[in-house]
């Protein structure tokens, strides 16, 4: 019981040192200023990554609707699926061959760009799905300018490894990826 009340007292001791101490005015020693990456490239007027969610949004909105666009004008029925995170956006099943066969489902995965921009980021998930189903994938890509809109560009068997244990998505060269585009109607 004794070494209990030594330790309150001991305790209380330093309560009470506490309530004494006194800071002195601080010394400043140095300082950093914070300048936001893109708002020095949007001051040079170089295009860069929107950190607008609101642009990013607007722009992803456009390119799914030119790929719904002109898969609907192959005959293609379609779907969206872009919030069920499978790995694709857009779901194109074809039209019956003649004899009554069914092609397979096509699985676009759509990214839009602003004008400008020089990367595509792919998460891993997307470029998994892409090496397991090479044939039924296509990589859709659509620049947009403003109102004006370039594509899409539709790239089959886009990647050649799979990513490392760990990384969650992979930045590519967007000229890289053009590159490899096939027209559209050579897609089907």
Same mark, same amino acid.
């Given at each position: 019981? *004794?070494?209990?009340?030594?330790?309150?007292?001991?305790?209380?001791? #330093?309560? #009470?040192?506490?309530?004494? +101490?006194? /800071? &002195?005015?601080?010394?400043?020693?140095?300082?950093?200023? +914070?300048?936001?990456?893109?708002?020095? !490239? %949007?001051?040079?007027?170089?295009?860069?990554?929107?950190?607008?969610? #609101?642009?990013?949004?607007?722009?992803?909105?456009?390119?799914?609707?030119?790929?719904?666009? +002109?898969?609907? &004008?192959?005959?293609?029925?379609?779907?969206?699926? %872009? !919030?069920?995170?499978?790995?694709?956006?857009?779901?194109?099943? $074809?039209? $019956? =061959? $003649?004899?009554? /066969?069914?092609?397979?489902?096509?699985?676009?995965?759509?990214?839009?760009?602003?004008?400008?921009?020089?990367?595509?980021?792919?998460?891993? =998930? #997307?470029?998994?799905? !892409?090496?397991?189903?090479? *044939?039924?994938?296509?990589?859709?890509?659509?620049?947009?300018?403003?109102? *004006?809109? *370039?594509?899409?560009?539709?790239?089959? =068997?886009?990647? &050649?490894?799979?990513? @490392?244990?760990? +990384?969650? &998505?992979? =930045?590519?060269?967007? @000229? @890289?990826?053009?590159?490899?585009?096939?027209?559209?109607?050579?897609?089907?």
């Amino acid at each position: 019981m *004794d070494e209990l009340t030594e330790r309150l007292a001991q305790r209380k001791r #330093e309560l #009470e040192a506490m309530k004494n +101490v006194v /800071s &002195s005015t601080p010394v400043v020693i140095g300082g950093a200023l +914070v300048i936001p990456q893109g708002l020095l !490239a %949007s001051r040079k007027g170089e295009a860069t990554f929107s950190a607008d969610a #609101e642009a990013r949004s607007r722009i992803q909105q456009i390119a799914m609707q030119k790929v719904l666009e +002109v898969e609907r &004008s192959f005959g293609h029925e379609v779907w969206d699926v %872009s !919030a069920e995170k499978c790995g694709w956006d857009i779901t194109a099943r $074809p039209k $019956p =061959n $003649p004899d009554g /066969s069914i092609k397979p489902d096509r699985h676009i995965e759509v990214k839009g760009r602003a004008k400008g921009q020089t990367t595509i980021t792919v998460s891993r =998930n #997307e470029i998994l799905y !892409a090496l397991n189903q090479a *044939d039924k994938f296509i990589l859709a890509i659509v620049i947009v300018d403003g109102d *004006d809109i *370039d594509g899409p560009y539709y790239i089959r =068997n886009p990647f &050649s490894a799979e990513p @490392d244990f760990g +990384v969650a &998505s992979i =930045n590519y060269n967007l @000229d @890289d990826l053009l590159s490899k585009a096939t027209a559209v109607e050579t897609a089907l």
